[in-house]
């Protein structure tokens, strides 16, 4: 249904390596730098045709982000020990944290994730829906 989707960001050097470190833990690699004269940009997926999480420079067009309050993006965990690893490698990477790794019971007995918000304060999370 969702093709991908894209965050402002106001240090895109710094919001790079942020996710450069949270999403290898989830298997996902930047596949694509855009520096084009109005738009700075990097895309991570499986594939550099296939970019499905872009990160943006803010600029004119594009204001430096205010994260929505209920706005909310969740990355699949392979297993609950990616959960775990994407947690610490984004508080060690400057996030904070939002919610510790552990089973959410409330949405499915299978449920293990870990919350946090990145640099600009966009929540993120990983899941895995598998059993331990």
């Known amino acids: ?3 991908h989707l894209s965050l402002p960001v106001a240090d895109l050097k ?3 390596a942020f996710y450069d470190a949270v999403l290898a833990t989830l298997g996902v690699r ?3 730098d855009m520096e084009e004269a109005d738009y ?3 895309g991570y997926g499986g594939s550099e045709h296939e970019p499905a999480f872009w990160i943006g420079a803010a600029t004119a067009e594009v204001p430096a982000p205010v994260p929505s309050e209920g706005q909310h993006i969740a990355f699949a965990a392979p297993n609950r020990a990616a ?3 994407f947690h610490a ?3 060690a990477a400057g996030g904070r944290d939002n919610g510790a ?3 959410r019971p409330q949405y ?3 449920y293990y994730a870990a919350f946090v918000a990145d640099l600009d304060g966009h929540h993120i999370e990983a899941v895995c829906h598998a059993p331990a």
């Open 1 to 3: 249904m969702i093709d």
């Open 14 to 16: 710094r919001s790079r």
């Open 30 to 32: 930047r596949v694509m």
């Open 40 to 42: 700075v940009a990097a």
């Open 101 to 103: 790794p552990g089973l």
């Open 83 to 85: 959960v775990d690893a």
């Open 89 to 91: 490698a984004a508080l």
């Open 108 to 110: 499915h007995e299978n």
